[in-house]
């Protein structure tokens, strides 16, 4: 729900972007993050945890997301990669903190005090950012949240619905490697290992995004680099069948980390590079954002489903079905971004895009 928020609320915090209220959304978000996080360390049900965490929080990163993004995006031309890779560290960065954060306060402190102090940890962030981000793109009449001339780009529409097709399949691992590691461990034993392999996927993808942003910049070009990393995405997550030990577990997150880092970075980089004129970019890459949205709404809940249906299987043979079902999402992405890709350039192989 937290991503789904994040990425719906992006039709509308783009359009207030490209009409000049930028402060406004960075002010709006903050309060309502802060607020999400120090009233989960308040919850004590599950509906509360869900308004929280769940809604408050998505929403607040809906506000930032899009706008942060394009902001950042409309300062480069040459090595825009780089820089959105960069920036996107940051969740990588944090996906190695915080639960390092939580692993040393939850067992001495408790859950409601360590909650706390990520969202001290958080306003401290939130203030560098609204001192150092400073839009650039010149304000213009709003025009309502759609854009309709997107929809006669019909290559531009095949990338938005093969990301479609990845992201349902691309958060998987992230929300249930932990579950699977733990089938992996022997029964009764007492491990960090579920949690550190999550740390090393985020670790992973700090140089998934350099990397790929770097070589998207000086070689390949965003579109040439996003295809094949959907399609390593597939293979990866078809091998995740076959891990049958802890050091399978590791080796396995280590490569989907760095591969599900790089296509988060290219995504956004690749969809920004075809928006033209620049003070169009808000209300477009908001409406890409809302329409892949409801893939992350319904991924997770999809593959659970299916592990649910599994659920007599003997050991790690429970999350066949999901396995299959990711993998062959990202396979179906892949071909549909390569179409689109082919569309674009009129069937050229060698060019940079």
């Given at each position: 729900?937290?991503?789904?928020?994040?990425?719906f609320?992006?039709?509308?915090?783009?359009?207030?972007?490209?009409?000049?209220?930028?402060r406004?959304?960075?002010?709006?978000?903050?309060?309502?993050?802060?607020?999400?996080?120090?009233?989960?360390?308040?919850?004590?049900?599950?509906?509360?945890?869900?308004?929280?965490?769940?809604?408050?929080?998505?929403?607040?990163?809906g506000?930032?997301?899009?706008?942060?993004?394009?902001?950042?995006?409309?300062?480069?031309?040459?090595?825009?990669?780089i820089?959105?890779?960069?920036?996107?560290?940051g969740?990588?960065?944090?996906?190695?903190?915080?639960?390092?954060?939580?692993?040393?306060?939850?067992?001495?402190?408790?859950?409601?005090?360590?909650?706390?102090?990520?969202?001290?940890?958080?306003?401290?962030?939130?203030?560098?950012?609204?001192?150092?981000?400073r839009?650039?793109i010149?304000?213009?009449?709003?025009?309502?949240?759609?854009?309709?001339?997107?929809?006669?780009?019909?290559?531009?529409?095949?990338?938005?619905?093969g990301?479609?097709?990845?992201?349902?399949?691309?958060?998987?691992?992230?929300?249930?490697?932990?579950?699977?590691?733990?089938l992996?461990?022997?029964?009764?034993?007492?491990?960090?290992?579920?949690t550190?392999?999550?740390?090393?996927m985020?670790?992973?993808?700090?140089?998934?995004?350099?990397?790929?942003?770097?070589?998207?910049?000086?070689?390949?070009?965003?579109f040439?680099?996003?295809?094949?990393?959907?399609?390593?995405?597939?293979?990866?997550?078809?091998?995740?069948?076959?891990?049958?030990?802890?050091?399978?577990?590791?080796?396995?997150?280590?490569?989907?980390?760095?591969?599900?880092?790089?296509?988060?970075?290219?995504?956004?980089?690749?969809?920004?590079?075809?928006?033209?004129?620049?003070?169009?970019?808000?209300?477009?890459?908001?409406?890409?954002?809302?329409?892949?949205?409801?893939?992350?709404?319904?991924?997770?809940?999809?593959?659970?489903?299916?592990?649910?249906s599994?659920?007599?299987?003997?050991?790690?043979?429970?999350?066949?079905?999901?396995?299959?079902?990711?993998?062959?999402?990202?396979?179906?992405?892949?071909?549909?971004?390569?179409?689109?890709r082919?569309?674009?350039?009129?069937?050229?192989?060698?060019?940079?895009?």
């Amino acid at each position: 729900m937290q991503l789904f928020c994040l990425f719906f609320v992006g039709t509308f915090s783009g359009v207030a972007l490209d009409v000049g209220h930028f402060r406004g959304l960075m002010t709006i978000g903050a309060t309502l993050l802060l607020l999400g996080v120090f009233m989960t360390s308040l919850a004590t049900t599950y509906n509360q945890v869900f308004l929280a965490h769940g809604i408050c929080v998505g929403l607040a990163n809906g506000c930032l997301f899009v706008p942060t993004l394009a902001v950042v995006t409309s300062y480069f031309t040459t090595r825009r990669g780089i820089a959105i890779g960069l920036m996107a560290c940051g969740s990588a960065t944090g996906g190695i903190l915080f639960p390092a954060i939580i692993l040393k306060s939850l067992p001495q402190l408790g859950l409601p005090v360590t909650i706390r102090i990520l969202g001290c940890v958080v306003a401290f962030l939130l203030c560098i950012a609204s001192c150092l981000v400073r839009p650039r793109i010149t304000p213009r009449k709003a025009r309502g949240f759609i854009d309709k001339t997107v929809f006669r780009d019909y290559p531009f529409c095949l990338f938005a619905l093969g990301m479609f097709f990845l992201f349902l399949a691309l958060m998987t691992p992230f929300y249930y490697i932990s579950t699977y590691a733990s089938l992996l461990l022997p029964p009764g034993t007492a491990s960090s290992t579920p949690t550190t392999l999550i740390m090393v996927m985020n670790a992973t993808g700090i140089p998934g995004r350099l990397v790929s942003a770097r070589v998207a910049d000086k070689i390949t070009g965003p579109f040439n680099s996003l295809i094949p990393f959907a399609f390593f995405a597939s293979i990866i997550l078809f091998g995740w069948i076959g891990v049958k030990s802890v050091a399978g577990a590791y080796v396995f997150a280590g490569f989907y980390g760095y591969t599900a880092a790089a296509i988060l970075t290219l995504f956004p980089y690749t969809m920004n590079s075809q928006i033209t004129p620049l003070n169009r970019l808000g209300v477009v890459s908001g409406m890409v954002c809302s329409f892949v949205s409801f893939a992350f709404l319904f991924g997770a809940p999809i593959s659970g489903a299916l592990l649910q249906s599994n659920a007599g299987k003997p050991g790690t043979e429970t999350f066949l079905s999901a396995q299959i079902f990711s993998g062959c999402m990202a396979l179906v992405s892949g071909v549909l971004l390569t179409i689109a890709r082919m569309m674009m350039v009129k069937g050229k192989l060698i060019i940079w895009i």
